[in-house]
């Protein structure tokens, strides 16, 4: 398998992140912006996509927008919360 051409938009006027794979939607990632505070609920990666670490990709880039975007973050989805247990570095956004 070759390197995957992925990209990662930033839907705001649908409160999403969507990952995609050559151009085509493998996942996204849900929230819902409480003033400060971003509510992240739903995460999913499409199955024929499943395996190839987009999850984690998907993720580390919502988390650095987040960031930047001075907003704190509710991993109320269970795949945000594991990956921000699992790495101290994001801790800060809680």
């Known amino acids: ?3 995957m ?10 409160s999403r992140f969507v990952i995609a794979v050559d ?5 996204r990632a849900e929230y819902f912006d409480r003033g400060s505070k971003r509510d992240f609920h739903h995460t999913v990666i499409d199955e024929k996509f499943r ?14 927008e987040s ?8 991993p109320s989805c269970p795949a945000v919360s594991h990956f921000i247990d699992k790495h101290e570095e994001y801790q800060d956004l809680l």
């Open 5 to 14: 051409n992925t990209t990662i938009e930033h839907q705001p006027e649908k």
């Open 1 to 3: 398998v070759g390197a």
């Open 67 to 74: 960031r930047q975007a001075d907003k704190k973050v509710i």
């Open 51 to 64: 395996g190839n670490g987009l999850s984690s990709t998907l993720i580390t880039a919502v988390l650095d």
């Open 23 to 27: 151009g085509e939607e493998a996942g």
